[in-house]
């Protein structure tokens, strides 16, 4: 009956009950929604260094890190190798070749670090064959006699390998696509020309258009008009084994897409063969072997078990070869803390505001119960059941509302591409998926219906203080 | 046999330096049966007096038995119990709870005091028949006029067979024709179960109807009549 009694009290005052439970409903949205989009770009960008570029565990020679030089290859490959595979929770192990050399085409020279893949191999470990931007060729699967070469998007920028020219078939996407046709007439009067680098463009069409043109549109623009010729020429540099100068020229075989530029700028990938003929290393010599875990979770249990088994080798795993992502991942936990703790007082704030007024305007009432004969626990129990339920409608709309959200939003994801330029220097998606794991939600639940708890005592406390007589007399 | 027994009470309020004296050396009984009421002016201490009976309030002096306790050597949570188990209220300003039904508000008591729920029903509808609201049974207080919530909290007061009664100024809110038809119910209820009913008021009708009629002045009794058995 006490329950019910406060279930029927919590809607006694329907308009204050639901700008309460409104309140919280969107204290706690915002809260683990912020939390989700946050949670998003470090998941995304710990997903991207693990799948993309780093793998979980990578064993080098001692001295490789500090000098790359050519000769300072792993000594016993096929024993890291078993070593690697007999450890639990390795699941895929590959090796590779890394030389530092330079990219050159007629427009440009840049220095960069050329990677030798068993193609196959690094498949099955990275996803970086799925970041191919399509139109621009394959990774790897062209059959030509020509040596290949899969590099990033902002490299081949750099290198003038990407162009941009407005063709009809750029008209077309644009009209596609939803640009206005005043734009898209502006836009066309630059039919014909050539822009070998981004910033010429970007230069050209920011003459024809005004500022809120450009932040709308220029996304559009840019991806209509970016052009790339397949089989397009670089020529790599580097030195062999001998440390004489050597190097050929490579078709590009495609062109990925990630959301790190410095990766992008830096690294470009080749078969492994191709570069072992080039540089004169022998057959089952590596600088690197790359070892994949069943999940990142598992790479602070499984890096001492292969240090162990490697003492002559050096073994990193992903936190220590970008300590950044590491900070990040940690430092999630204690952003979790501090927004649990942000909306758990908001939330207790607006409960025991709402309940001492429910206490303050009921005193006779509850005068009279005493009167009657409803002992003082039970007041207590009612009075702390009404804050349990104004928290907890308000808490579960909240957590409801935040699940649909992140459910939508993980799938549609939330496009900050204005931001994209300084997001993805640093490495970061400016697509977030956002995502905050079950646990996230069942700790914040316990936490919402402790804090109705919490929030209660105070109210219920000044409730069991009234005196029945004076507050049957309503003072 | 005497339902209440006031034997030399006090009560002195010290409001800031003044003393007052709201009841000042009260002797008194209350047969089972009785339809008595207190009447006196305002300030004579009729409220103060009502509470003293009902545990609502200790004395400062004397003592007060009801049903054979001494309310003196009750603890507060066995003052709370003593209540629901022996007194009935009826206040001024009806004091329903507004959330709850006419039946419900009636069965609250028996609720409370865990009545299996088969015999909650029984006894609601029954009191409900009694004063005439059987028709009432899913109104909320919001729903009834001001006689009819008096009349409900009349029934809520009978509900669990108290010892007596307390009605605190229960026609004061109410227009004749309500006053006169809750007072009706009141003392047939007096008439046929003889349930024991202590008002305290100023209006007219209910000294009309009393049996016994004890005014009160400066907190002490002047005149204690009866006036018809």
């Known amino acids: 009956?006490?329950?019910?009694?406060?279930?029927?009290?919590?809607?006694?005052?329907?308009?204050?009950?639901?700008?309460?439970?409104?309140?919280?409903?969107?204290?706690?949205?915002?809260?683990?929604?912020?939390?989700?989009?946050?949670?998003?770009?470090?998941?995304?960008?710990?997903?991207?260094?693990?799948?993309?570029?780093?793998?979980?565990?990578?064993?080098?020679?001692?001295?490789?890190?500090?000098?790359?030089?050519?000769?300072?290859?792993?000594?016993?490959?096929?024993?890291?190798?078993?070593?690697?595979?007999?450890?639990?929770?390795?699941?895929?192990?590959?090796?590779r070749i890394i030389i530092r050399g330079i990219a050159s085409t007629a427009a440009k020279s840049v220095g960069v670090e050329i990677t030798g893949v068993d193609v196959e191999k690094e498949k099955e470990i990275f996803t970086l064959s799925e970041k191919l931007i399509p139109g621009t060729g394959s990774y790897f699967e062209t059959d030509t006699k020509f040596n290949t070469v899969f590099i990033g998007e902002k490299l081949a920028k750099e290198l003038n390998i990407i162009r941009y020219i407005i063709t009809p078939e750029?008209?077309?996407?644009?009209?596609?696509?939803?640009?206005?046709?005043?734009?898209?007439?502006?836009?066309?009067?630059?039919?014909?020309?050539?822009?070998?680098?981004?910033?010429?463009?970007?230069?050209?069409?920011?003459?024809?258009?005004?500022?809120?043109?450009?932040?709308k549109y220029e996304w559009k623009i840019r991806e209509a008009a970016w052009s790339y010729r397949?089989?397009?020429?670089?020529?790599?540099?580097?030195?062999?084994?001998?440390?004489?100068?050597?190097?050929?020229?490579?078709?590009?075989?495609?062109?990925?897409?990630?959301?790190?530029?410095m990766f992008e700028s830096l690294s470009l990938f080749v078969p492994i063969e191709e570069l072992r003929q080039l540089t004169g290393m022998k057959e089952g010599t590596y600088h690197r072997v790359i070892a994949k875990l069943e999940n990142n979770d598992l790479t602070n249990k499984v890096t001492p078990v292969i240090r162990e088994k490697l003492k002559d080798v050096e073994v990193l795993n992903w936190k220590e070869i970008q300590p950044d992502l590491a900070m990040m991942a940690d430092f999630m936990g204690q952003i979790y803390a501090i927004f649990m703790v942000i909306i758990l007082a908001a939330l207790?704030?607006?409960?025991?505001?709402?309940?001492?007024?429910?206490?303050?305007?009921?005193?006779?009432?509850?005068?009279?119960?005493?009167?009657?004969?409803?002992?003082?626990?039970?007041?207590?129990?009612?009075?702390?059941?009404?804050?349990?339920?104004l928290?907890?409608?308000?808490?579960?709309?909240?957590?409801?509302?935040?699940?649909?959200?992140?459910?939508?939003t993980g799938k549609t994801g939330i496009n900050l591409m204005k931001y994209s330029e300084g997001m993805e220097a640093i490495g970061y998606s400016a697509h977030l998926y956002p995502t905050i794991d079950?646990?996230?939600?069942?700790t914040t639940t316990i936490l919402i219906v402790l804090t109705g708890i919490i929030s209660a005592v105070y109210p219920a406390h000044k409730a069991l203080k009234l005196n029945p007589v004076e507050a049957i007399r309503g003072e | 046999m005497a339902v209440v027994e006031i034997n030399n009470v006090f009560k002195t309020y010290h409001d800031t330096e003044v003393e007052v004296k709201a009841i000042n050396g009260v002797t008194l009984s209350f047969e089972k049966g009785d339809f008595a009421v207190i009447v006196g002016p305002s300030g004579s201490g009729k409220t103060t007096l009502l509470n003293l009976i009902g545990g609502l309030d200790q004395p400062t002096g004397g003592e007060i038995l009801i049903a054979g306790h001494r309310l003196s050597e009750l603890r507060p949570s066995e003052l709370i119990d003593f209540r629901?188990?022996?007194?009935?209220?009826?206040?001024?300003?009806?004091?329903?709870?507004?959330?709850?039904?006419?039946?419900?508000?009636?069965?609250?008591?028996?609720?409370?005091?865990?009545?299996?729920?088969?015999?909650?029903?029984?006894?609601?509808?029954?009191?409900?028949?009694?004063?005439?609201l059987s028709d009432r049974h899913n109104s909320r207080p919001?729903?009834?006029?001001?006689?009819?919530?008096?009349?409900?909290?009349?029934?809520?007061?009978?509900?669990?067979?108290?010892?007596?009664?307390?009605?605190?100024?229960?026609?004061?809110?109410?227009?004749?024709?309500?006053?006169?038809?809750l007072l009706e119910i009141m003392e047939k209820l007096n008439q046929e179960e003889g349930m024991t009913f202590i008002f305290s008021t100023h209006d007219i009708r209910v000294m009309k109807r009393a049996h016994r009629v004890i005014t009160l002045e400066d907190g002490k009794i002047v005149s204690d009549e009866t006036t018809k058995k």
């Open chain 1, 348 to 389: 207790a704030f607006g409960i025991v505001n709402t309940m001492l007024m429910a206490v303050l305007e009921r005193t006779r009432e509850l005068g009279m119960l005493m009167a009657i004969g409803m002992n003082r626990r039970k007041i207590f129990i009612m009075i702390m059941l009404e804050s349990i339920f």
């Open chain 2, 142 to 181: 919001s729903q009834l006029s001001g006689g009819q919530q008096q009349r409900i909290a009349v029934a809520r007061a009978l509900a669990t067979h108290p010892e007596f009664i307390l009605a605190d100024e229960p026609t004061a809110n109410l227009d004749s024709k309500s006053a006169e038809s």
């Open chain 1, 438 to 442: 079950a646990q996230f939600f069942i």
């Open chain 1, 230 to 261: 397949e089989g397009s020429r670089i020529i790599l540099s580097f030195l062999d084994v001998n440390n004489d100068q050597t190097g050929a020229a490579f078709r590009v075989s495609g062109i990925f897409r990630t959301n790190n530029d």
């Open chain 1, 170 to 215: 750029a008209v077309v996407k644009l009209k596609d696509q939803g640009v206005p046709a005043n734009i898209i007439s502006k836009i066309e009067t630059l039919q014909g020309q050539r822009f070998t680098s981004e910033k010429k463009f970007i230069k050209a069409y920011e003459k024809l258009l005004d500022a809120r043109e450009i932040q």
């Open chain 2, 84 to 132: 629901m188990d022996h007194v009935g209220f009826v206040f001024q300003s009806y004091n329903l709870i507004p959330v709850l039904t006419a039946a419900e508000n009636v069965g609250f008591i028996m609720n409370l005091q865990k009545w299996p729920k088969e015999k909650q029903i029984t006894r609601t509808n029954e009191l409900l028949s009694s004063v005439g």
């Open chain 1, 391 to 408: 928290s907890i409608v308000g808490g579960f709309a909240g957590m409801a509302v935040s699940e649909l959200m992140i459910a939508i």
């Open chain 1, 1 to 95: 009956m006490i329950t019910s009694l406060a279930w029927k009290n919590v809607w006694r005052n329907k308009i204050r009950s639901l700008i309460v439970i409104t309140a919280v409903t969107i204290g706690v949205f915002a809260g683990v929604f912020s939390l989700a989009a946050i949670n998003s770009t470090v998941i995304q960008r710990i997903d991207a260094a693990v799948n993309e570029e780093l793998s979980h565990i990578q064993v080098n020679n001692k001295n490789f890190r500090s000098s790359s030089d050519i000769q300072n290859i792993i000594s016993d490959y096929p024993g890291v190798v078993a070593a690697l595979k007999s450890t639990p929770w390795v699941t895929k192990v590959t090796g």
